[in-house]
């Protein structure tokens, strides 16, 4: 049925759906109200079912729009990826393209690759998601991103998983620490001290928990801050230690603000992985992207 022409009437059912509104659907896609009406009525008379519940105040979708609502977003998805596909075909590399990554790849080595990413394609537009391992995960499953960049693991059966680099971790004091920091630093040292981690569902709270397990430490006290920088500054500012990427604390180190410890076990290795839809169509966007991610 419908054609080609069928799209837009699924653009502007979607719209209705999802604003749950004639006039909000009309200013958004500019267009007049009645048209709006003559597209859902349409598309209505085309299924032979009404899709939406109309009262005064708002307009809510009913058993048969749920429905449509669902296979419109995929069809649309579909609609813009061969859209994009055939562009693809002619031109340079373009576009949106919606990145994740978790905050120690996010801060410390995305900003380099989206230099290189502009100097080379500055028609690809990046979008840019910063948020822990699970968030970035999750973002995926959504579709809310493309691409994610993720420290540590993120298994899902959707996902194909590839590590690009990998990483060094260290336990890291301030510098008027009563810790000996020029001799190794006993197990039973570090439980002496506070430990400043980061939150649930963060990479490099993972690595921390399975360090303390592997070594049996139970910190006298342990403090949970949502972001490296805060942790930095509180190590720097002898509230405690941590256990952070060597990407993330490289200026500190030269500043003389912070120092490793030398500790049994230590430096930790952990990788970087892309993660990706299966299946998914790509752009070529995504594509010159993850060059230069593994390049890096």
Avoid: C
Wanted: charged letters at 25%; proline letters at 3%; zero cysteines.
């Amino acid at each position: 049925p419908g054609g080609i022409g069928m799209d837009q009437h699924l653009v502007v059912f979607r719209e209705v759906a999802e604003r749950k509104s004639f006039s909000r659907t009309a200013e958004a896609l500019h267009m007049s109200q009645p048209a709006v009406s003559q597209y859902i009525a349409s598309l209505e008379k085309e299924l032979g079912v009404r899709l939406l519940e109309r009262s005064n105040k708002f307009v809510e979708m009913n058993k048969a729009g749920e429905i449509v609502y669902k296979y419109a977003q995929e069809i649309l998805r579909n609609y813009e990826q061969m859209q994009i596909l055939v562009s693809d075909l002619k031109n340079d590399p373009s576009g949106e393209l919606k990145i994740g990554a978790s905050y120690t790849i996010g801060e410390y080595l995305l900003p380099k690759i989206l230099a290189r990413l502009q100097e080379r394609y500055p028609q690809i537009v990046p979008e840019i998601t910063i948020g822990n391992t699970d968030e970035i995960g999750t973002k995926l499953l959504h579709h809310e991103i493309d691409i994610g960049l993720i420290e540590g693991n993120y298994s899902h059966h959707q996902f194909s998983e590839e590590q690009f680099a990998s990483d060094q971790m260290y336990i890291i004091a301030g510098k008027g620490t009563s810790l000996q920091i020029d001799g190794q630093v006993s197990i039973e040292d570090l439980e002496k001290e506070t430990w400043i981690i980061r939150e649930e569902g963060s990479g490099t709270r993972k690595v921390v928990e399975d360090f303390l397990d592997m070594h049996h430490i139970k910190p006298k006290r342990m403090l949970t801050f949502g972001s490296t920088q805060t942790i930095k500054e509180g190590v720097e500012s002898g509230l405690g230690i941590s256990l952070l990427s060597s990407l993330t604390f490289a200026k500190e180190i030269e500043l003389g603000r912070i120092q490793k410890l030398s500790v049994d076990g230590t430096p930790i290795q952990r990788k970087f992985s892309i993660i990706k839809n299966y299946h998914e169509f790509h752009p070529k966007a995504l594509d010159v992207f993850e060059k230069l991610v593994k390049q890096i």
